[in-house]
């Protein structure tokens, strides 16, 4: 449910917002901060697919070393259609999911098997303390039951899908972490409210560009 990374002392880490299939502009994203795969790490909050061109890219990119994603609710889409077969296909068609309603089974269920290893959170160890990883809105008040959170169906389905915190503009402060980066909701600009960190800008949308948070340096 929680993945646990310890500290990268040889480069930096950063976080990338939603990319929904939009691959090589994430490419770009990456050389213009001079991304080195060989000592940095980029983590992404989730949502890889659905939208943009280059889906089937995603499973490429979840093989490199130095690339970790969370799963996000179109990650759920994915894994509920080929594992489960409980998705409401029409509503998975209008977010979306064209593409891969549109693959043979057995490549839906390569997806769907990959994607079910995702975890719901990350954490990584930074020279501030430790930064938290998922979606949409952290579930709990306190980092430290996130695990009996996610253990829930509900705790899970807050991770993936809630817009909650930022429609209420929730300032309330996650204890016991120094700052949760989430995505799922398109900004024009990174939102911190709380010590929440809001970066989908949206680098899937026609006016938008990728965040990419150095969380070293937050
Ligand atoms: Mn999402």
Same mark, same amino acid.
């Given at each position: ?7 990268? %002392? ?18 770009? %994203? ?38 970790? %994603? ?149």
């Amino acid at each position: 449910m929680i993945r646990h990374f310890g500290k990268n %002392a040889a480069g930096r880490d950063f976080v990338v917002g939603d990319i929904h299939g939009y691959f090589s502009r994430l490419q770009e %994203a990456l050389a213009a901060c001079g991304f080195a795969p060989g000592k940095d790490r980029l983590f992404s909050v989730g949502d890889l697919v659905d939208r943009g061109p280059e889906c089937e890219l995603a499973l490429d990119w979840l093989a490199q070393p130095w690339f970790h %994603a969370v799963r996000g609710n179109h990650e759920d889409y994915a894994i509920r259609h080929s594992l489960t077969g409980r998705v409401d296909v029409d509503n998975y068609m209008a977010n979306g999911g064209g593409w891969f309603l549109g693959l043979p089974a057995q490549r839906q269920k390569e997806f769907g098997l990959a994607f079910d290893k995702l975890p719901y959170a990350i954490e990584v160890e930074t020279a501030k303390g430790l930064v938290g990883v998922l979606h949409a809105d952290c579930p709990v008040r306190d980092w430290k039951d996130l695990p009996a959170a996610l253990a829930g169906k509900p705790g899970r389905m807050t991770t993936i899908w809630s817009r909650e915190r930022t429609q209420y503009s929730d300032q309330s402060v996650v204890q016991n972490v120094y700052a949760v980066i989430v995505g799922h909701t398109p900004l024009r600009e990174v939102v911190a409210l709380g010590n929440v960190v809001h970066i989908d800008t949206g680098g899937w949308l026609e006016q938008g560009h990728f965040t990419l948070l150095d969380i070293g340096v937050l």
